[in-house]
């Protein structure tokens, strides 16, 4: 069965400091899809990127990066100079080729100390 | 277009109640599926439907029935609740080639109690 591992449950900084959450998956399937998911205090669910298992390419969007390597199975997401506003829970998940849903990770805590 | 829609936002019920979480979506995704949210536990399947008429179970379907009559509203029952039902519920919709779709659309959550 697949398998999504967040193992850092909160992680408080300082602003402006880098910041990295840490995910790792497991799966047999060779077809796949990761995400990222911010959930503020308010409570909504924000979609940040998809990865198919076949692209590699690291992604770039203004302060937010990921990391996605098969060999290590893991997809690792920072954030660049974090700002309070990024205060909020991640959450990490996979998606595979069939019907079956999201199998998420259990969500880091992010906390950004002014 | 709404997106993904599900009313209640709060709900209290008592033990042995029954309510039905609703669910819609406009974007004409074939795809709908429902999450519970507990703290410390992630995003949980609950059910999924891949077309009207077609439903099946996820990670925890136990205490919850749903059924998909039209593409747009995938409403979830809750026969009799119990407190362990206490928690966020999230509906979420996608097409259904996996390929082709950016990402399952969440609902904004509806927050059931049960005392």
């Known amino acids: 069965a697949q398998k999504v591992t967040q193992a850092q449950t909160e992680i408080s900084v300082v602003e402006k400091e880098d910041v990295t959450l840490d995910c790792v998956y497991e799966?047999?399937?060779?077809?796949?899809?990761l995400f990222w998911y911010k959930q503020p205090p308010s409570g909504e669910l924000v979609f940040l990127i998809r990865?198919?298992?076949?692209?590699?390419q690291n992604e770039i969007s203004g302060r937010y990066s990921w990391n996605f390597q098969k060999s290590t199975s893991s997809f690792n997401f920072t954030i660049t100079a974090s700002q309070v506003v990024d205060s909020a829970v991640y959450f990490c998940a996979l998606l595979l080729g069939g019907a079956d849903g999201l199998t998420f990770g259990k969500g880091t805590h992010l906390i950004i100390q002014p | 277009n709404a997106g993904v829609t599900q009313t209640p936002k709060f709900q209290v019920l008592k033990t042995g109640q029954s309510m039905t979480l609703q669910c819609a979506q406009d974007?004409?995704?074939?795809?709908m599926s429902w999450y519970r949210q507990d703290p410390g536990m992630g995003l949980r399947l609950i059910h999924y439907s891949v077309g009207a008429g077609i439903t099946d179970q996820g990670e925890v379907p136990n205490g919850y029935n749903v059924s998909r009559s039209t593409t747009e509203d995938f409403p979830l029952r809750l026969l009799s609740a119990a407190p362990s039902q206490t928690s966020v519920y999230f509906c979420?919709?996608?097409?259904?080639?996996?390929?082709?779709?950016?990402?399952?659309?969440f609902g904004p959550g509806t927050r059931l109690t049960v005392l």
């Open positions: 990865r198919n298992s076949f692209d590699e």
């Open positions: 979420a919709s996608s097409y259904l080639d996996r390929a082709s779709t950016d990402t399952q659309y």
């Open positions: 799966t047999r399937d060779t077809t796949y899809y």
């Open positions: 974007m004409n995704h074939e795809y």
